[in-house]
């Protein structure tokens, strides 16, 4: 004959998973702010709706039956989903205003973000969002640091003091004037030699990067122009004034004359999503990276179309 389940309280249930876990009923009590004869009371009642004996007891306090063991088990597993419960419906009342600030560089703004936040807001229309887009990857990093934003796009490596998820790596290529006639073959850095080389002003991330390559493989770099805007860069290179060196999504969109080449030795940034390691998160926060992952998952975008987002 079976049990009437309506008689089994969750207080029962968590009666008797303090009793297995001090071994007394005292102390059970103690634990859950009740007396003794309380503790006692709801454990009698349980093994008589059960009909059977959960623990032996003795001067020496409780041990568990070995069907008492077995229902241990299921009354952590249902006090478990009690508190998945709980976890759900308190993300959800997080989720109904609040505030998410990103910071970005120019690329990740005007490729990534914009289908992002669409669906974001879609998704959660009382959290609002705002972005500022920053030059290079310094700026996402200092307002991070300084509390201005939650989220920021930035480029490895970062302090102790950031947690950062890859998300995918962007190529860095050579970019040549329409007029230019270039060997049938892969190209040598004697070949970049022989044009005007147009970079980013030196304190640049991407300008840094591109030297710090340079000085690994011992190569000299001089550039003719330093220029801060990506399409005027492009622009140069149009009208043939020299070559430039930029990652494919920062390079978007190119003319259709524009030629683009990969380095002799590849080089790559490593373009993460990062938060304040010891920051106190709220709901909202989590409910955008879990957008950006899902985005990223299904992107049709060429450059992005094999992202190692590895956000857990």
């Not at 003795?58 to 088990?73: C, D, N, Q, W, Y």
């Not at 005007?110 to 879609?122: G, N």
């Not at 329409?178 to 073959?185: E, G, M, N, Q």
Request: aromatic share 6%; with cysteine; proline share 7%.
């Amino acid at each position: 004959m079976g049990i009437n389940r309506d008689n089994i309280k969750l207080s029962q249930l968590r009666t008797l998973v303090a009793v297995a876990e001090s071994g007394n009923f005292g102390e059970a009590g103690i634990h859950l702010g009740v007396s003794q004869s309380a503790v006692s009371h709801a454990i009698a009642t349980l093994e008589a709706d059960l009909g059977v004996v959960l623990f032996v007891r003795g001067r020496h306090g409780a041990r568990l039956t070995p069907v008492g063991e077995k229902i241990l088990r299921h009354a952590q597993a249902m006090l478990g989903l009690l508190e998945a419960i709980d976890r759900e419906a308190a993300l959800a009342k997080g989720l109904q205003g609040g505030e998410v600030r990103v910071a970005s560089f120019r690329s990740i703004a005007t490729h990534v973000l914009p289908e992002v936040i669409a669906d974001f807001r879609k998704t959660y229309p009382a959290i609002a969002l705002s972005l500022t887009e920053y030059r290079g990857d310094y700026g996402s990093e200092h307002a991070l640091r300084e509390g201005r934003v939650d989220v920021g796009f930035t480029c490895l490596p970062l302090g102790d003091e950031f947690e950062s998820w890859e998300l995918f790596r962007d190529e860095y290529v050579v970019l040549f004037p329409p007029t230019v006639t270039l060997p049938d073959r892969p190209l040598t850095w004697e070949d970049l030699a022989a044009y005007p080389m147009i970079l980013p002003p030196e304190t640049d991330y991407c300008s840094v990067l591109i030297r710090d390559h340079f000085a690994r493989l011992q190569l000299p770099l001089s550039a003719a122009y330093h220029i801060t805007e990506d399409s005027t860069i492009v622009g140069m290179v149009m009208r043939g004034l020299g070559i430039t060196i930029m990652t494919r999504l920062a390079a978007e969109p190119l003319p259709a004359q524009i030629q683009v080449r990969p380095l002799p030795t590849p080089l790559e940034r490593v373009i993460c999503v990062t938060v304040l390691a010891n920051a106190l998160h709220p709901p909202a926060v989590y409910a955008f990276l879990d957008t950006l992952k899902a985005h990223l998952k299904n992107t049709s975008h060429p450059l992005l179309k094999r992202p190692v987002y590895a956000l857990s």
